[in-house]
């Protein structure tokens, strides 16, 4: 789906919400697997962690289904790569967990991290655009955050692996992102940067 802008170069926004609602719904599925394949292999490697895993896989369940149940009313569909988004949660999943304690919590920072950046975005973007979704959004990044600062807390030592894999998770989640919203991820993230200059 292409983003036509017009004659200023102003794209439409009621394309870029729905690429929000698809890439959000397709990133929570990812965070499903991500958190299902850890916990797989944490129920015979860690099971101490395997409750506190359990819960937030349980929020993410419930943020793809808010996701999935907004976008009827904005015309959204699912993202047509949600098989890459389950093998590479997945994947992803089972490498952390086979890493150690330490590399699932790694792993969760990451991705919470770049997850929350990219939600700033998204709530800044849809403030005079769609309120109801902001909310949505807003709720949502609350339990994320919290996700997010149970795995800053949870980590034993924070040397060179997390210093090497905190950048490479984040990275592939970017292009992830970008490339479920064909590119519509970076342009939001420039426009909220001209609309804070001015």
């Given at each position: 789906?292409?983003?036509?802008?017009?004659?200023?170069?102003?794209?439409?926004?009621?394309?870029?919400?729905?690429?929000?609602?698809?890439?959000?719904?397709?990133?929570?599925?990812?965070?499903?697997?991500?958190?299902?394949?850890?916990?797989?292999?944490?129920?015979?490697?860690?099971?101490?962690?395997?409750?506190?895993?359990?819960?937030?896989?349980?929020?993410?369940?419930?943020?793809?289904?808010?996701?999935?149940?907004?976008?009827?009313?904005?015309?959204?569909?699912?993202?047509?790569?949600?098989?890459?988004?389950?093998?590479?949660?997945?994947?992803?999943?089972?490498?952390?967990?086979?890493?150690?304690?330490?590399?699932?919590?790694?792993?969760?920072?990451?991705?919470?991290s770049t997850?929350?950046?990219?939600?700033?975005?998204?709530?800044?973007?849809?403030?005079?655009?769609?309120?109801?979704?902001?909310?949505?959004?807003?709720?949502?990044?609350?339990?994320?955050?919290?996700?997010?600062?149970?795995?800053?807390?949870?980590?034993?030592?924070?040397?060179?692996s997390q210093?090497?894999?905190?950048?490479?998770?984040?990275?592939?989640?970017?292009?992830?992102?970008?490339f479920s919203?064909?590119?519509?991820?970076?342009?939001?993230?420039?426009?909220?940067?001209?609309?804070?200059?001015?």
């Open positions: 789906m292409v983003n036509p802008s017009d004659s200023s170069g102003i794209r439409d926004p009621d394309v870029t919400i729905r690429r929000i609602l698809k890439v959000n719904h397709a990133g929570e599925f990812g965070a499903v697997r991500i958190y299902g394949a850890q916990i797989l292999m944490a129920r015979r490697l860690f099971p101490d962690i395997v409750p506190a895993l359990e819960e937030m896989r349980e929020d993410e369940i419930d943020h793809c289904r808010l996701f999935r149940e907004a976008m009827p009313a904005r015309n959204a569909k699912p993202c047509r790569v949600m098989a890459f988004w389950s093998l590479g949660g997945s994947i992803l999943g089972i490498l952390t967990a086979l890493g150690g304690r330490n590399m699932i919590w790694i792993c969760t920072e990451a991705v919470e997850v929350h950046r990219h939600l700033e975005d998204q709530l800044a973007f849809l403030a005079q655009r769609d309120p109801e979704l902001r909310a949505l959004i807003a709720s949502i990044q609350e339990q994320e955050l919290a996700h997010l600062r149970k795995a800053e807390d949870s980590q034993k030592r924070r040397g060179l210093a090497l894999l905190l950048p490479v998770i984040g990275a592939l989640t970017d292009l992830m992102i970008w919203t064909w590119g519509d991820s970076s342009w939001m993230r420039a426009e909220m940067a001209r609309a804070g200059k001015e």
